[in-house]
Structures are given as structure tokens and as C-alpha cells.
């Protein structure tokens, strides 16, 4: 719920990574150290948005990203 963006993220967004798999982006988070997978979007932003609407949901603690690297 705490973890700052990683330095080698390339989305630009917390939880949001390309999938080679399906060619779309794919928006995932953790919720009691078990991955839960948001969904597959063909937008970037539809993914990042897609992201934060699960982390209002689910982590209480830390409700907003932390993008500070």
C-alpha cells in the first residue's frame, strides 16, 4: 500500500505494465500479498485510472499513490 514508483517503471503509472500476452495494458495491485488483477485496457490512461479507482477501494491506508522516486 506504501511503495513508492519504482525507478524502472515505464507506464508511468503505479500498477500499470504492458502485456505482450493480450497487447493491451494491464492494470494490477496487491491486496494482502496476493495480486489481483484490475483488468486489461487498450488506453494507458484508462489503465491508470482503472488503478486508482481499486486503491480508493482496497488499501484504506494509503488511499493515493505515492509517486515520489
Known amino acids: 500500500q506504501n511503495q513508492l ?3 524502472d517503471n515505464k507506464s508511468g503509472f503505479a500498477g500499470v505494465s504492458w502485456s505482450k500476452r493480450y497487447s ?3 492494470s494490477r495491485i496487491t491486496v494482502e500479498t496476493k495480486e489481483k488483477c484490475v483488468g486489461y485496457f487498450d488506453d494507458l490512461q484508462a489503465a491508470g485510472a482503472a488503478y486508482l479507482r481499486a486503491k480508493q477501494e482496497l488499501h484504506s491506508f ?3 499513490p505515492r509517486n515520489i522516486v
Open 24 to 26: 493491451k495494458w494491464r
Open 5 to 7: 514508483l519504482r525507478m
Open 62 to 64: 494509503q488511499p493515493t
